[in-house]
């Protein structure tokens, strides 16, 4: 499933936003988790005022329809708004599964037209299990049943590797630093010399 995310437009635009937050190609560590935290910030916000319309809501089509009755508040608006066309399919589709095709129930999870055209004839509704989890998702809580040992996360142990690896580089470029000799050649008059530089010393070597 896909649930209609069939380009990377979308990752391309985060990227997009994320370049914002971080203005320049020029920042240590703790500028770039600095911007990226005040972007999810941002984010967090914005994806939590969905939930709440999506949970208070409910538009004027739906209102009065016996059979989005357990969907009311329960899952959210694009989905309702995707069954809502489904459901305007019935009459050229009719249950005929040939003619529905029923695509968006392989690419969406969500039921399709000749599945709503059955519950119309029977005059049921449609169950909150025949949606898919993604469009139930209206809240970003942890389920209390997950033991708080579990939501601590920690990175301590992925630093201390960077921190080992840091030090381990420092000592390997002072080492080469000490040992290094730079080469180069000079012309003097009807001589040529080889200049070994070295960083306590130079000595000069006729060619």
């Known amino acids: 499933m896909h649930f209609g995310f069939t380009t990377s437009n979308r990752v391309e635009s985060a990227h997009g936003t994320l370049k914002g937050y971080l203005e320049d190609s020029k920042g240590d560590l703790a500028k770039g988790w600095k911007a990226i935290n005040a972007m999810l910030s941002v984010q967090f916000t914005e994806i939590q005022a969905t939930f709440g319309r999506n949970s208070t809501i409910l538009e004027h089509k739906f209102k009065g329809n016996k059979m ?43 039921p399709c037209t000749c599945l709503i055209s059955k519950k119309l ?39 201390n590797a960077i921190q080992v690896c840091y030090q381990f580089i420092r000592k390997c470029i002072f080492k080469f630093m000490t040992y290094m000799y730079y080469f180069k050649l000079l012309s003097l008059g009807n001589y040529l010399f080889l200049c070994v ?6 000595k000069l070597i006729t060619i």
């Open 121 to 159: 004839n029977l005059g049921s509704y449609i169950r909150l299990d025949e949606i898919n989890i993604h469009w139930k998702k209206l809240c970003f809580e942890v389920d209390d049943d997950v033991e708080e040992s579990n939501r601590h996360v920690s990175i301590q142990n992925e630093l």
């Open 197 to 202: 530089c070295r960083k306590d010393s130079i």
């Open 68 to 110: 989005y009755k357990n969907l009311e508040y329960n899952v959210s608006r694009s989905a309702m708004n995707y069954i809502y066309k489904q459901a305007s399919r019935v009459k050229d589709c009719g249950s005929d599964s040939k003619k529905c095709g029923c695509v968006i129930r392989w690419t969406h999870g969500l």
